[in-house]
C-alpha cells in the first residue's frame, strides 16, 4: 500500500507537508519522500529508508533545506518515490499508489523502438513510478497522459504530480478504489489520501475526488481535468483493516462501521444459537479492538484488554528484515494480563485472517498465559484470492493464505471449483473449513463475518464495493 500528502499555498508549506505526509506511516513501511518547490531553490527532494526508521525521524534532520509554497509526500511499500521527471511536458515530481501487473509488457512494449531506456533497480526492475511517468509522456499533455496510463495498466494506479508551474495535479485511479481527498485553509490547499492528515493541519474538507477524477489545484482554487467516472470499486479493506480510526471514505467513518461489523456479527451469531459462553471479548490490537467492542456490546458479553501491546521500541512487528527477528519481536510486544487470562475464556475478534502464522502464534501465548479456552472470531469472510489492486498483504500467491492453503489440503484442484461454499459458513465444505482451521490455529471456535454483513456494515451501495480478495470478481 501507501500514502501520499501534498500542498499548495500562498505561504510556506514545508511543515505541512512533512506532518501531513508522517500521519500516512500506518499505510507503508519501506520508503519515504518529500519534494519541495521554491522559486530560490527550485525543487528539492530527499528520499529515505523507513524499514527500521519512521519517517517523522528519518526526515526531520532534512527540513532546514526545504522551502516553498508547494510540495508533496509519500508513503510507499513499493519503490522509492517521488521521482522528479523533465520531459516534453515539463519538470515534474510524481507519487503513485497502486499496483501494476503487466508492468514487464509495459517496459517491452516502451522499448519496441529502442529508442528508450529506463533506470534499473537493484532486481532488475524498473520503478514503477518512472513507468508510470513514461506512459503519461506519451501525450501531449498531463491530463491526457494520465488518462492514458491509467487505461493501460492492468490493475491499479492513483497519483499525485507537482508542476513548476506552482500547481498539483491529482489523479483517483479509474474504478476510485483508494480515496483522494482536497481539503482547504485561507491560504492554499492541499491533498491526501486520509483526510484526517489535514484536518489536524487546520483545513477544512473541501472536496473527494470521484473514480477516475482528474484535479489540479494551485493556491487560488481548483479545476477538473477529466470529469469522474460513473463506475465506482472502492476498497473494503479501508474500513476492515488500513484505515485510521478517525478516517472517513466515501462519508463512512472507519471506527464507525467497525463498531457496526462487529455489532452484526454478534447479533447473527446469537440469531444462529453460535454464540459460546465465554468470560470476556477481546480484540486483537489494534484494529481488531473496535470490532470486538461491537461484538461485545451486542453479546452482552464484558469487552476486556488480556493482552496488550508494548509498542515504544518497535512500533511495528514487521521492521527488522530477518523473519526470525520479526517473529522475535512480535512475541516479546505482547504483554499478558494474566488476571484476565487465566482460567478464562476468551473471545477475539482480529480484522482479517490472512496468512495465519502471527495469529497462531498469538493463540499459543495465551494457552500458554493460562487461558481455559480461545476463541477466534474474523472481522471479514475467507480471503480467497491475492489482492491484484493494491498489495494489501504482499502476497506473491493465492496459497499463501490460509484458507486457499487449507482449501489445497482438503480437495487440491477440485477445491478451485467450490471456494464459494468454503467461504459460506453453513455449507459443508464451509463447516470443514473452519474445522480444520481450527484444529491447525488451536482454536477452540472460529467464526468468519459473512460478506452480507460486512457490506451492511460499511452502509454504501454494495456495487460500489470491491470485494474481489473474497469473491474473485471484479
Known sequence: MGGFFGAVSHRDIVMDVFFGTDYHSHLGTRSAGMAVWSKDKGCVREIHSIANTPFRTRFEKDLPDFAGNIGIGCISDTDPQPLLVRSHLGL?????????????????????????????????????????????????????????????????????????????????????????????????????????????????????????????ITADGCETLSPPGKDMKICAFLWTYYGYPNSNYEGVNVEVMRCRNGEIMARDEVAHGSL????????????????????ANRSGKPFARPFVKYTPTWPRSFMPSNQAMRDQVAKMKQIPVPELIEGKKLLFVDDSIVRGTQL??????????????????????????????????RNNSDMDLLARRVVNELEGEEG????????????????CLLHTICEKLGFDSLGYQSLDGLLEAIGIDREKVCTYCWTGKE
Open 360 to 393: 497462531q502464534s498469538t493463540v499459543e501465548f495465551l494457552y500458554e498465559s493460562g487461558a481455559a479456552e480461545v476463541h477466534m472470531r474474523s472481522a471479514c469472510p475467507p480471503i480467497m484470492y491475492a489482492c491484484k489492486y493494491l498489495n494489501f498483504s
Open 276 to 295: 459460546p459462553k465465554v468470560d470476556f471479548v477481546a480484540g486483537v490490537p489494534d484494529s481488531g479492538v473496535p470490532h470486538a467492542i461491537g461484538y
Open 92 to 216: 515534474y515530481a510524481i507519487t503513485t499508489v497502486g499496483q501494476i501487473n503487466n508492468a514487464e509488457q509495459l517496459v517491452a512494449d516502451y522499448f519496441a523502438d529502442r529508442s528508450h531506456q529506463f533506470m534499473a533497480m537493484g532486481s532488475g526492475k524498473v520503478n514503477s513510478t518512472e513507468l508510470v511517468a513514461a506512459l503519461i509522456n506519451e501525450k501531449d499533455d498531463l491530463a491526457a497522459g494520465i488518462r492514458h496510463a491509467q487505461e493501460r495498466i492492468d490493475g491499479s494506479m492513483t497519483l499525485l504530480l507537482m508542476t513548476e508551474d506552482g500547481a498539483i495535479i491529482a489523479a483517483r485511479d479509474r474504478f476510485g478504489r483508494l480515496p483522494v481527498h482536497v481539503g482547504q485553509d485561507k491560504d492554499g490547499y492541499c491533498v491526501a489520501f486520509e483526510s484526517f492528515a489535514y484536518q489536524k493541519l487546520g483545513y477544512k474538507n473541501a472536496y473527494e475526488l470521484g473514480p477516475a477524477e482528474i484535479l489540479r
Open 416 to 431: 478451485l471449483q467450490h471456494l464459494d461454499e468454503y467461504a459460506d459458513a453453513k455449507t459443508e465444505r464451509g463447516k
